[in-house]
């Protein structure tokens, strides 16, 4: 099977890039990023003579069209994206070219040149958010899409376009929905690698409101199961859920980690809250359990304490991030050397 990942330079997508080479060696990956600056080439490094990369925005017609004619892909999973809420409060623009038209033009190019299989990898945050007194409700796949900022209106976007060329045009796709991500090579603007990188240093640690809000935590690694199990078993138009069941207050989350590093809770510094902050993110796992068998296997004490060990282990690869050297790796790899 030959598979493109966009996106294949970030968190996610180069999690998935390392999850399918170690389990399907007979496959074809090649990973396409824009390397924006949430992508970061030395992710991908440990399997880089394994796939092919190409750096390239999702967003050029042109050269995703040239890539498809060459290539033939039988399967394209779709991560790239403008991802942070923050930064889409900020600046809306690029989240809507590079979630909504970005999609477009991938989805385009899977029609011409036939591709089995589409995968959309959206979020829970379609769903708007979910009240905090109110524990029995969980997002299942059938809710409205109700959205709060513009990174989840982009998303949401996303996946109306993505079940129009579905039925329109017979794209065959699926889409998954998940929950919050943890692990390695999550860039340190999220709330987990930040409060990592940032009570390694003594820095304060800036807890948005009082820290009520709650996210459902996913380990990395069970998302890309999931999204394999989508792909390879999932049904043509469906939407399915992921999430693992391990709800925590952002408070629980960042003590969690000070305590793990032994450091003192007097880093907490609660500041403004995000504008239109989603209270709670659940999800119910049910259908992706049921029809395609999935088990997730970390439980959120254990997969936080190897993803803060990861972290301690691997302080070169966020210690470039936050200097901005790893944006200068792309010129130094290829570039220079002639690649
Ligand atoms: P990320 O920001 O770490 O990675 C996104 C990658 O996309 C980066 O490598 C970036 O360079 C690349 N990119 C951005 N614009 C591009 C463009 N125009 N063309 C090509 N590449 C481009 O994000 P992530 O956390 O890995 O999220 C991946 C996907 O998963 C996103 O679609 C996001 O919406 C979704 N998702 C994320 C989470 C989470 O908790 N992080 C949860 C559910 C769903
Ligand atoms: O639910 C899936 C979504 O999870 C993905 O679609 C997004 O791409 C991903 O970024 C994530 O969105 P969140 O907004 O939930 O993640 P973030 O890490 O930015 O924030 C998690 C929670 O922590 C949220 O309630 C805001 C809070 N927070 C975040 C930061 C960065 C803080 O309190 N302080 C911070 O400095």
């Not at 070169?316 to 050297?325: A, F, Q, T």
Request: with cysteine.
């Amino acid at each position: 099977m030959k598979i493109l990942v966009t996106g294949a330079a970030g968190f996610i997508g180069g999690n998935y890039v390392h999850y399918i080479v170690e389990k399907y060696p007979e496959d074809e990956v090649v990973a396409l990023d824009k390397l924006t600056y949430a992508g970061n080439l030395e992710t991908l490094e440990p399997v880089m003579d394994k796939i092919k990369f190409v750096k390239e925005d999702i967003c050029n017609r042109e050269a995703i069209f040239k890539l498809f004619e060459e290539e033939k892909f039988d399967v394209v999973v779709n991560f790239a994206a403008e991802s942070h809420v923050d930064r889409s409060i900020e600046d809306p623009e690029v989240f809507l070219m590079t979630n909504i038209i970005g999609t477009q033009v991938l989805m385009d190019a899977s029609r011409k040149y036939g591709v089995k299989r589409f995968h959309q990898v959206s979020t829970d945050e379609v769903y708007g958010d979910l009240p905090l007194d109110r524990p029995d409700l969980l997002f299942t796949e059938d809710m409205p899409l109700i959205t709060s900022s513009p990174y989840s209106a982009s998303k949401a976007s996303a996946d109306l376009l993505v079940e129009a060329y579905n039925r329109t045009f017979k794209l065959p796709v699926t889409i998954s929905r998940c929950s919050n991500n943890y692990g390695p090579y999550q860039f340190p603007e999220k709330l987990i690698p930040l409060m990592i990188s940032r009570a390694l240093d003594d820095e304060k640690l800036p807890v948005y409101g009082k820290g009520e809000n709650v996210r459902d935590w996913l380990h990395v690694k069970d998302h890309c199961s999931a999204i394999d199990l989508i792909v390879r078993n999932g049904k043509d138009g469906e939407v399915y859920n992921i999430g693992g069941n391990n709800e925590r207050t952002n408070l629980e989350v960042v003590k969690t980690i000070l305590k793990e590093l032994g450091k003192s809770e007097d880093l907490i510094n609660y500041v403004t809250d995000r504008p239109g902050h989603d209270l709670r993110y659940a999800i119910d796992p049910t259908k992706i359990e049921t029809e395609l068998g999935w088990v997730p296997e970390y439980d959120f004490d254990t997969g936080i304490k190897q993803t803060i060990q990861w972290y301690l282990d691997n302080k070169s690869w966020w210690e470039k991030i936050i200097s901005g050297e790893y944006q200068e790796y792309y010129e130094k790899m290829y570039i220079e050397k002639g690649r």
